[in-house]
């Protein structure tokens, strides 16, 4: 069976992923255009501390990359220290370049709309309340910057309205990926969190039935028992009546295959042994469940197909799946027992048993909840085997999939993964 899979970011881990790329974008900006401000348009700058802000908001997105690499999750607090050190930068920045005059002062609205989406209530507001904070200073101190007012780049087009456009596009562009980002994340969330739900469910579902299984299996012990001494005494009294005698011995045939089944099922409950699949041939363990099946049902006729490819595929097996592959065997040989084709076909990944009968197909209207819920195709079922089946391809990492075959029947499709993935 495949090992279980890492467990995905947490909700602030992603989100200090997703402010560490917007941070880059701005303050890649921001020394694009202070650059092409000093070098073509003249401004006035103190160069030297704007470089050194530039600087040390690249470094802190350096180290943030650096601690996104750590196993310890974010917290919101972490996440409101990061929000708290950009707002800091862009007020530095400002400072320098023209205060409240700066066109680009509004985005200040961009970490505020991201606390707002992102962090609790508490914290959302006291970003708000740095921002303005950072605003009312900027209004008072800052070092002005003549060109942003008297800088004419076009008719009618002043070099501060030009600024507010550019800022606008950026800060418009830069919400839209990380609100856009955020609502997927929760939408992949309540989707992984209903699929968690749905097995959780099924699970439970599993457990009963595997428990009264158990009992169940414990209570036919003493019946089987008793039907074969019977027929051993009735075989006694059959000695001249050879035809009563071959339908005892295939009575007496399948009650002991009852009790061998029913002897396996008590044995592999202990768990321990379940955790620990056998590798084996797939062909040559499909032939033994096939042998087996057919010791069961004497009266169908069928047909195995082997795909001609080079090697061997492993497959990891245990009783349950063996138990599983029989029941839709038997699925197919209820529907019809003429004419079953049981078809072997492998890739890289995965190995595909195909089960194909001539019987009257799987309604549509049920066809998708087939092994989801107890719902059966057949008037006395209770849909409890496919479920089981289900279950436990799920459980080694496949799928089953059914379908109403162009030429008639139903065609049953077994995926499971390989053993020794990466063979050919």
Known sequence: ????LPPPLSTPNRNLVRLT?????????????????IEVLGFQLRVLPVISVIIAMGLVNVVTWWRLGRPRAVTD???????LIDLTGLTLLFYYT?????PFITYYLVPITIAAATLPWRYAWIIASVALAGYTFLMLFYEPVPQLSHGIVGPGINLHVLGMWLNFGLSAGLVTFFIYKMAHALRRRDQTLS??????LRNEQVLAVATQAAGTAHELGTPLSTMAVLLKEMKQDAKDD?????????LREQVDTCKSRLQTLVDNADRRRLSEPEITPAQQWLHNVIQRWLVLRPDVSHRLEVTDKRGQPQLAVDATLEQALMNLLNNAADANPDHIVINLDWNIDEIVIDIRDHGPGVAMSIADQLGETFVSTKSKGMGIGLFLTHATINR?????????????GTLTEVKLPRADTGAT
């Open 98 to 102: 023209g205060g409240s005059t700066n």
């Open 195 to 200: 699929r968690t739900r749905e097995a959780s």
């Open 242 to 250: 050879r035809t009563l005698e071959a339908d005892i011995d295939l």
């Open 21 to 37: 790329i917007v941070r880059g974008i701005t303050w890649t900006g921001y020394l694009a255009a202070i650059i092409f401000g």
């Open 1 to 4: 069976m495949h090992p279980a």
């Open 396 to 408: 080694f990492g496949g799928g089953v999939s059914l379908y109403n075959h162009q030429e008639g």
């Open 77 to 83: 607090t972490e996440y409101l220290l990061h929000l």
